[in-house]
């Protein structure tokens, strides 16, 4: 096929394949993988399921008012300001909704690209540091691991944020292998770190710096700074950061008791929330060692290779202070950069997907050591054949835990809302898969297609891979590993379906819509993130029965911020009012309705809609209802 081994600035004792300069059929063959793979796990989840409750519609919903608005600047969502993030995802998903009207998927395309963008910088820096193989692998390796895939179920930027630190990885390490770097790799640089700026703020100028920093630190070369051009890189960064931050406080300013957008959005979201004293209070924090338990399991099934990747990691300050290849100096770099993320978070508040912006510099690692033992097979055998018994045995233990849950698992009644069948765990909610400890043996009866289907491809997947590196052949070993992924992340997928109408209330959305008539009110008692759903699904702003709070807390303190916020005595008014109120509320005998005529309408995912007036059901006392008498095909639209 046209491969040489190229010794330009690699180690003689790096068997690393490189294609060679007049062969393009590489390149074209590995981004032909790397589609087919984001393909077959991204794209064809884009349409499924619906949007949820939180996070997900709270950001859709201001992408949606922002091309309502014409607004570009100022991030409102249920007409409120929402001044706390960063705008470049939310530029994203207006551009999609101007694009592709606003959908379900035309939500998730953005982020879908985003990935895509991601495993083809992955895909080249891999190829830069370690040949062509090496990228192939480590754009692999990505595509296929559990954790990107997770979080990017619900729209986060985590992942863009991993494609900025990717990007500006590969303009660093072209620069190291310029004697005088050309402007257009420093200017590269600071371009990709002044839009991670704009997708997640400080954040995106202090993880680059910092894991550049370090590394020129410890390879005593602070001097290649200066080779940076530091004065026009400044510009070219502040030319695209700088602007929207200035418009932002022009059109946001202190008002009175109220300050402006720059004390809430640099002090408050950043450094007070780093230091755990945002106002209001933030999620909970994960406890550390599970954070950091978690970064490796975010690789899997790949994370048994790390320890053979990590050994490419020049360790001996004598190698750091001598003239390093040009895979040395990117195995050391990805080290550094995820040590600087994981790092970064470990004294501060953190969630579980802060470290997914990591998970790139892992995975070009392990895709330079899986190139590496393609290219070797035999000094590399034992260990490839050591990781995966390891794997096999993960997957043989987990298997027997799926099975005794296959077995105790029982077939729920027909048209039992899952809902009902969970065991409620409330204070765990505040963590991003904190419902998913709410299963039960009955709600595990609704799963079980998924969970065999898991069971089966993990056990096929892991048995092929060893088996195939007991025949040398590590190549095809690779490929069952990430067949594996591709069959268990549809599983996954699956049961996410299956599981959404307990994070979603699209279904009570399009039960109100069947009776909603301008004038009409949408009352959540409760977080407004419980049912952010209806604010978007239903494209009308709804009052919520809470003191401010959440997303909603500081934009509401805004003089020309419009009514969102209700009292007990308020929200009675409303009740007794000529217009049409629809309640939404995750209690079956909400207290807020007892001693209240009240219509029950809907109730779907362990959430219900009541109104304030007969809409032709039955009404019903405050003591409660049955919660199997509305079946999901009767709220179908």
């Not at 349409?47 to 600047?73: G, N, S």
């Not at 400080?202 to 200066?226: D, E, K, M, Q």
């Not at 009955?442 to 993990?458: N, Y």
Request: hydrophobic content about 50%.
């Amino acid at each position: 096929m046209g491969i040489s081994v190229s010794r330009q600035d690699v180690g003689e004792n790096e068997p690393y394949l490189v294609a060679s300069r007049g062969d393009s059929r590489l390149p074209y063959f590995s981004l032909s993988v790397v589609l087919v793979l984001w393909g077959a796990i991204y794209l064809a989840g884009i349409f499924t399921p619906a949007l949820l409750d939180d996070v997900d519609t709270v950001h859709a919903e201001a992408a949606r008012e922002m091309v309502l608005r014409h607004d570009w600047v100022t991030l409102y969502t249920d007409g409120i300001r929402y001044l706390e993030k960063a705008p470049f995802m939310y530029w994203g998903v207006a551009a999609s909704y101007e694009l592709f009207g606003v959908s379900e998927w035309s939500t998730r395309l953005p982020l879908m690209l985003g990935v895509l963008a991601l495993l083809l910088v992955t895909y080249a820096l891999g190829r830069f540091s370690y040949g062509e193989q090496g990228g192939l692998y480590a754009s692999v390796v990505l595509a296929t691991s559990l954790g990107p895939y997770i979080f990017t179920r619900f729209q986060i930027p985590d992942i863009i944020v991993g494609l900025w630190l990717a990007s500006s990885a590969y303009f660093f390490l072209l620069s190291l292998d310029q004697e005088k770097p050309s402007r257009w790799v420093c200017w590269g640089f600071a371009a990709t770190c002044a839009l991670n700026v704009l997708t997640k703020s400080l954040i995106g100028l202090v993880l680059p710096l910092a894991s550049v920093f370090l590394y020129l630190l410890v390879t005593r070369n602070l001097r290649h700074l200066l080779k940076m051009r530091p004065l026009s890189s400044t510009l070219v960064f502040l030319a695209i950061a700088a602007p929207w931050h200035i418009l932002a406080a022009l059109r946001n300013p202190s008002q009175g008791a109220v300050k402006g957008f720059l004390w809430f959005y640099f002090v408050n979201e950043q450094f007070m929330r780093y230091l755990g004293k945002r106002v209001p209070p933030g999620y909970d924090t994960v406890p550390l060692f599970i954070f950091w338990g978690l970064t490796i399991l975010w690789l899997a099934p790949w994370m048994i290779f790390l320890p053979q990747a990590l050994k490419q990691v020049p360790l001996r300050l004598s190698q750091w202070h001598s003239q390093l290849s040009r895979s040395q100096r990117a195995s050391l770099f990805f080290a550094i950069w995820a040590v600087v993320e994981v790092g970064f978070f470990t004294f501060s508040t953190r969630q579980e997907y802060y470290t997914i912006p990591a998970i790139p510099a892992l995975a070009l690692l392990i895709g330079g050591w899986l190139a590496k033992e393609a290219a070797s097979p035999e000094s590399e055998s034992k260990s490839g054949r050591i990781s995966s018994w390891v794997l096999f045995a993960i997957v043989a233990v987990g298997s027997i835990i799926g099975i005794a849950l296959l077995v105790s698992s029982k077939s729920p009644a027909a048209g039992a809302d899952l809902a009902d069948l969970l065991k409620k765990n409330p204070q765990d909610y505040d963590f991003s898969l904190g419902h998913f400890l709410d299963l039960t043996p009955e709600a595990l009866g609704l799963f079980r297609p998924q969970l065999i289907g898991a069971i089966a491809s993990l056990l096929i997947g892991a048995g092929l891979n060893l088996w195939l590196r007991y025949r040398r052949k590590p190549q095809y070993a690779n490929i069952a590993l990430a067949a594996m992924m591709v069959a268990l992340l549809t599983c996954v997928h699956a049961a996410f379906v299956t599981f959404s109408p307990v994070l979603s209330s699209k279904q009570l959305a399009l039960a109100i819509q069947k009776h909603y008539q301008p004038g009409d009110l949408i009352v959540v008692v409760g977080e407004y993130d419980q049912a952010s759903t209806l604010n978007f699904y239903l494209g009308t702003r709804v009052r919520v029965l809470h003191e401010p709070s959440g997303n909603l807390w500081y934009g509401v303190k805004f003089p020309d911020a419009p009514r969102v916020f209700e009292t007990s005595a308020s929200f009675a008014q409303l009740w007794a009012s000529p217009s049409t109120v629809f309640m939404w509320t995750d209690q079956d005998s909400p207290k807020e309705l007892a001693g209240l005529p009240h219509f029950f309408l809907a109730r779907s995912g362990g959430k219900s809609i009541f109104t304030n007036r007969d809409l032709g059901h039955q009404q019903l006392s405050h003591q409660g209802l049955d919660r199997h008498e509305v079946t999901h095909a009767e709220l179908a639209p």
